[in-house]
């Protein structure tokens, strides 16, 4: 999977759960993101980190949290307070000093059931 | 923030016809500009991107056009054949603190090659 893989590839979440989507990258890259991509819509930045053990909000951070406990992982949990969660979640990753180089996962689709 | 705008966001051509996307951005100071392929269902993959000190950037079929007194950059495939159908993406990218870089996405093309 290019070295990123994000899993389950789909998740089914009851109202009222919240549930936590994985992204693992053995690239050695330092910085990795969270984007959402709805119909229409793009690509959108929920959550980014730059280092382990620090992250910062994006442009829709409201209702997911995220950690970055080590380099080559950055879970991302979709909670109950996300109103409208049902999306298709990509996660990406580069090396920090450079602003090219990103490499995305291949995506999670959750469906709120 | 920055903010990317792309038209148009449906196009759909002839094979062998050429297909222009265009992009707006709103930050002068973004200075790296990919465009992304997704193919439905897939990841973005990178197609080709240009920097702020070139004007214009070509690899086979493809190419990247840049104007930044205008802050607007078009991305231009020739030749266009049935696998090239997918959406587009482009994106605009500026250091913010430090290392810190953000990609900014317009909203996509849709574009359909009819054989």
């Known amino acids: 999977d290019g070295g990123i893989t994000q899993s389950p590839k789909y998740l089914f979440r009851k109202e009222g759960q919240n549930v936590t989507l994985s992204c693992e990258q053995n690239?050695?890259?330092?910085?990795m993101y969270w984007y959402r991509q709805d119909p229409g819509q793009g690509l959108r930045l929920i959550y980014y980190?730059?280092?382990?053990?620090?992250?910062q909000k994006g442009d829709i951070a409201e209702g997911y949290s995220v950690s970055r406990e080590k380099k080559e992982s950055f879970p991302l949990t979709v909670t109950s307070a996300q109103k409208n969660p049902t999306a298709f979640y990509l996660c990406?990753?580069?090396?920090?000093?450079?602003?090219?180089?990103?490499?995305f996962g291949s995506g999670t689709r959750l469906t709120v059931v | 923030g920055e903010n990317v705008e792309q038209h148009p966001s449906t196009l759909s051509v002839q094979e062998g016809d050429s297909a222009v996307i265009k992009c707006t951005y709103s930050d002068s100071a973004s200075n790296y500009f990919p465009w992304y392929k997704q193919e439905l269902g897939k990841r973005p993959q990178l197609i080709i991107d240009i920097r702020s000190n070139v004007g214009e950037k070509k690899d086979q079929r493809i190419a990247v056009t840049l104007n930044k007194t205008a802050k607007h950059f078009s991305l231009h495939i020739t030749e266009t054949q049935p696998e090239d159908s997918a959406v587009y993406f482009c994106?605009?990218?500026?250091?913010?603190?430090?290392?810190?870089?953000?990609?900014?996405f317009g909203k996509g093309t849709l574009l359909t090659v009819n054989p």
């Open positions: 690239l050695n890259h330092d910085a």
């Open positions: 980190s730059q280092i382990v053990n620090d992250f």
């Open positions: 994106a605009a990218s500026k250091r913010s603190g430090g290392s810190n870089y953000k990609l900014t």
């Open positions: 990406a990753s580069r090396f920090q000093a450079s602003p090219d180089g990103y490499t």
